[in-house]
């Protein structure tokens, strides 16, 4: 972190608990899915479906990320996503049923579907290209401790509370660094890049050029392996 602004820093801190939190999420679904699946009866189909829910809002939340952090900015939304994962939650401590159980946890899954791609576009858009890759190397680091922590928060709670109580618990966590990061992100600019897509010659090109501009000489070997990756 050594030579960067306040503001640089700032952004960095902000997209790592993004990750974090997308991580965090992903991470603590493994370990809830036992306790839960108790505490409702569930069936396997319905356990097959609990599970499923947080993937599949992550689809529905990557593919509108790009379209919402175009209409309503990048900062903006970054600010929306971390107040409704602290809302999410909250609710997600007190589910009461199968339904709400699976609502809450596709709303979760499309919180972190969005952060992955925002997150990424924030960090490349406000940090200097000369310390993007450092940088970029701590959002997946961070995306990553969500592991650890996780499994250590819920090894210290599935010890020292009943197992009905430390899931909604565990659940109820990712509210302190969202809650944060909600706060941050109120005083963070907003990207300049995303300001000048309101520039006339940026908006003359059409969606599907910028879509092809993806697959031209010097970035198609990079899509193909992000592609594969996924």
Not at 187 to 195: G, R
Request: with cysteine; glycine share 8%; proline share 5%.
């Amino acid at each position: 972190m050594k030579g960067l602004g306040r503001s640089t820093l700032s952004v960095v801190v902000l997209c790592s608990l993004g990750l974090f939190l997308a991580g965090y999420i992903f991470y603590t679904s493994a370990f809830i899915e036992p306790f839960y699946s108790t505490d409702f009866a569930l069936t396997p189909w319905q356990i097959g479906l609990a599970q499923s829910g947080v993937p599949l809002g992550a689809i529905v939340g990557a593919m509108l990320a790009g379209w919402l952090a175009d209409h309503v900015g990048r900062r903006r939304l970054l600010v929306y996503s971390f107040l409704l994962l602290t809302l999410s939650g909250l609710m997600s401590g007190f589910v009461f049923n199968y339904p709400s159980l699976f609502l809450i946890r596709f709303i979760n899954g499309c919180l972190a579907g969005t952060l992955y791609p925002l997150c990424a576009a924030y960090l490349t858009e406000m940090t200097p290209s000369i310390s993007l890759a450092r940088q970029s190397a701590i959002l997946m680091f961070m995306n990553c401790l969500a592991a650890p922590i996780g499994c250590l928060l819920a090894f210290l709670l599935f010890n020292f509370l009943a197992s009905d109580v430390g899931w909604r618990v565990l659940s109820l966590c990712q509210i302190i660094p969202a809650f944060f990061a909600y706060q941050l992100a109120k005083y963070l600019p907003e990207s300049s890049a995303w300001l000048q897509i309101k520039n006339p010659p940026i908006q003359k090109r059409g969606r599907l050029s910028n879509f092809l501009t993806l697959f031209q000489t010097q970035y198609r070997a990079t899509t193909f392996c992000l592609m594969g990756a996924w």
